[in-house]
């Protein structure tokens, strides 16, 4: 069906942004009800990860409120027509500031895990 929309918006592409657009949103509304519902699903089978599935949100929800009170939001100089607001600045640099933090744990994790299994191995 995608290879059908995409062919379809290449040679009429006024008259089918709407409609690859719309796949778009169904794409993604299925994805989010998927990575909702199975896990879900998952914590009926087993009610001891429920625990560590409550454990896991708070940690997110606390280190994207620490990046968003991190954030400056301060204005931009650019020569844009229409100026960004102060609250969409904040959004971004707290998903830049939760990246970096991402990139570091990631880099931290990979490092970390080379080393322990080096010193286990000898």
């Not at 429920?50 to 650019?78: Q, R, W």
């Not at 830049?96 to 080393?115: N, Q």
Request: hydrophobic share 55%.
């Amino acid at each position: 069906m995608a290879v059908v929309i995409t062919i379809a918006f290449f040679t009429n592409k006024e008259g089918m942004i709407d409609t690859f657009l719309g796949y778009a949103y169904l794409l993604f509304g299925v994805a989010i009800v998927l990575a909702l519902g199975l896990p879900l699903l998952q914590m009926i089978g087993n009610p001891k990860s429920i625990k560590k599935v409550i454990y896991s949100l708070i940690l997110v929800v606390v280190v994207v409120g620490l990046a968003y009170m991190l954030a400056s939001g301060d204005p931009l100089t650019t020569t844009l027509d229409k100026e960004p607001t102060a609250s969409t600045l904040k959004i971004t640099d707290t998903g830049l500031i939760i990246t970096y933090l991402l990139f570091f744990v990631s880099i931290t994790a990979i490092v970390a895990g080379g080393v322990i299994n080096m010193v286990k191995n000898r």
